[in-house]
Nanobody, 122 residues
Framework: QVQLVESGGGLVQAGGSLRLSCAAS????????MGWYRQAPGEERELVAT???????NYADSVKGRFTISRDNAKNTVYLQMISLKPEDTAVYYC????????????????WGQGTLVTVSS
């Protein structure tokens, strides 16, 4: 069984920083693109940032220059460093992997973590 587990959320004042982590657990052979999405109350889930297995990144315009996505392929982990946080960044942040190859030969498509809450106070 393959799972994505996020950590690092919490309460922070505007202008502060947080670092989110998402670790894929299980017997994993490979992970393709990974990303972070967020969902604010009453809103739809939206893309925050993605990173390919080779390290190419993509960001939502609203977070460019403030958020940095990175990954450690040896640890099957993706990170989201967030600085200069704003109240409008408040949301549940979800980790996603578009395709995970397990050691038993199975593929897990469009895997999601359970989410971690980020609250930015003004």
């Amino acid at each position: 069984q393959v799972q994505l587990v996020e950590s690092g959320g919490g309460l922070v004042q505007a202008g502060g920083s947080l670092r989110l982590s998402c670790a894929a657990s299980g017997s994993i052979r490979s992970i393709d693109a990974m990303g972070w999405y967020r969902q604010a109350p009453g809103e739809e889930r939206e893309l925050v940032a993605t990173i390919t297995s080779g390290g190419a990144t993509n960001y939502a315009d609203s977070v460019k220059g403030r958020f940095t996505i990175s990954r450690d392929n040896a640890k099957n982990t993706v990170y989201l460093q967030m600085i200069s946080l704003k109240p409008e960044d408040t949301a549940v942040y979800y980790c996603n992997a578009d395709r995970i190859g397990a050691s038993d030969g199975n593929w897990y498509l469009d895997a999601w973590g359970q989410g971690t809450l980020v609250t930015v106070s003004s």
